[in-house]
């Protein structure tokens, strides 16, 4: 492989990944998130955590990054291009974000934040009722 420094052979690869990219479905182009597993201490306690996301949109229409089923978006973009967010993510379940074409109401990416605990939580339910 060689590289040359004018700058030729670098735009020439850019232009090639950038066909590449354009000719794949939009399903097919990942949404990413760092980390993508949240640990809290026992089961049942929330778990804080700064997610970072990260995807490619190639459409022109709005886009909009939600969780779960909390009503309204965590943020929206218009274009193409490589977008990111952070989010400080705080939950005692597992979370399921996911971007929307806003246009077509259409899901067109997904991914899930898993929350783990290192102690699970072993108390037995005491009814205060004794059968001997």
Sequence with gaps: MTIQRNGFLLAAMYVVCSQA?????????PLSAQPNRCIALHEGQYCYQKVHF?????????????????????????????QSFSFEFKSKASER????????????????????????NRRKVSTGWRLF
């Design 54 to 82: 990260e995807w490619l949109t190639l459409g022109k229409n709005r886009y909009c990054l939600y969780m779960g089923d909390v009503a309204g978006p965590l943020a929206c973009w218009d274009g193409e291009k490589l």
């Design 21 to 29: 990219l354009a000719e794949r479905p939009l399903q097919e182009l």
């Design 97 to 120: 974000f996911y971007i929307q074409d806003e246009s077509r109401m259409q899901i067109v990416y997904e991914v899930k934040v898993d929350v783990a605990w290192v102690y699970k």
